[in-house]
């Protein structure tokens, strides 16, 4: 019987990310661990591998596909309401213990993982993407930058039919997947999971990757939203948390910043919830670094307006939520507060369509 990595190696076809070095060894690019991989090496992440001197990546498949209201990602300030069609790939740069998604992301490294892939093209994921009524199309669920090459040829497809795309990610980017997805990207959320280098390391990554990501992105002109899970005992100081708010107000004190809370999962059982205490207390410290837009999430109708969008300058309400749900809209046709008329950062429709779900739905792809 085939196992799950045999299928994948069948998925692929020759990437573009990628340089031969001066020894014959391939350099990938599509993430921040930059593999430097011999012929027949695999790279961290389990599904880029060297064959015969070309790197194969990941082609054809999904790992599952869902739709979202666009909250969930979470974007705050692109297409409040919006749909999001949500497509993931399997596997991973990183082993977060506390991985939400572990079922799609450790796939190929933990034997409990198992999420078998269906075969996708491009222009069928993007056709049930406007038939479902999405307005955006968001790889997601396991790290998108591995899969960037795939992601792109979904994109393109998207573009031309009038969608907007988005990568939901871990951020361990470099600076050629950013320019190489430049051109087909609109929305980019980065999971800022703690400012302590110790902590990446732990993770299997590096902090110094991610904040570039974050400074490129900003200097791109990608909408950006950041999110941080605040773990207790992992990333909750508030040492580390004013920090880590310190470094994004310093890029751009319009970034949204979440702090969510962690429910007990995955490898971390014996690790207590996040409380809303917690979250309002991290909120806080984002504010007082500076940051014009503070959430906090999962945890909904326990965290007071922090699930609203306010206006920075004067205050006023502009997106009343209740978790990924839309209870009132009052961001005017120009992007602007109704109240004083200061400009909201984000990237807004002229009109509100409602919302067509608040709640996501699993999608079977039509054969
Ligand atoms: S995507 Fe990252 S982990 Fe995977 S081969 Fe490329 S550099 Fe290595």
């Known amino acids: ?47 880029r591998f060297n064959q015969s ?129 430049r051109p087909w990207i609109d929305l980019y959320k980065v999971d800022l999971k703690s400012f302590d280098d110790r902590h990446y390391r732990e993770l299997g990554g590096r902090l110094e990757p991610i904040k570039d990501t974050i ?39 319009d970034i949204p910043w979440h702090v969510t809370a962690f429910h007990s999962d995955y490898k971390m059982g014996d690790t207590p919830n996040t409380t809303a205490e917690m979250l309002r207390q991290a909120a806080a410290i984002g504010r007082r670094a500076g940051l014009r837009h503070v959430y906090a999430g999962n945890l909904p109708g326990a965290v007071g307006d922090l699930e609203d969008t306010r206006c920075a300058a004067c205050k006023a309400t502009l997106v009343a939520r209740a978790g990924y749900r839309i209870r009132d809209y009052r961001i005017t046709a120009n992007g602007c507060c109704h109240a004083c008329g200061t400009p909201v950062p984000g990237r807004f429709d002229a009109h509100f369509a409602g919302q067509l779900a608040s709640q996501p739905s699993v999608i079977r792809l039509r054969r």
Not at 34 to 46: F, N, S
């Open 53 to 181: 001197g070309r790197l194969r990546v990941p082609w054809g498949y999904v790992g599952g596909v869902q739709c979202d209201p666009i909250e969930k990602k979470p974007f705050f300030h692109a297409y409040p309401g919006a749909l999001a069609y949500s497509f993931g790939m399997l596997g991973c740069d990183l082993h977060c213990g506390y991985c939400q998604n572990w079922v799609t992301s450790q796939a190929l490294r933990d034997p409990a993982a198992v999420s078998p892939p269906m075969e996708a093209r491009a222009l069928e994921l993007v056709a049930d993407a406007v038939r479902m009524g999405a307005r955006v199309l968001v790889s997601t669920y396991n790290e998108p930058l591995i899969t960037s090459e795939w992601a792109v040829e979904i994109f393109k497809e998207a573009k031309a039919a009038g969608l907007v795309t988005g990568f939901v990610s871990n951020g361990n980017g470099t600076p050629k997947v950013l320019d190489y997805l």
């Open 215 to 253: 400074r490129r992105l900003h200097a791109m002109d990608v909408w950006l939203e950041i999110v941080t899970l605040l773990i207790p005992g992992f990333n909750d100081s508030s040492d580390e948390l004013t920090r880590l708010a310190d470094f994004i107000a310093n890029v751009s004190p």
């Open 1 to 47: 019987m085939s196992t799950l990595a045999d299928v994948l190696s069948r998925e692929t076809r020759e990437g573009e990310l990628y340089d031969v070095l001066p020894d014959g060894r391939l350099r990938c690019y599509a993430c921040g661990h930059q593999c430097p991989l011999p012929d027949g090496a695999i790279g961290v992440c389990k599904v």
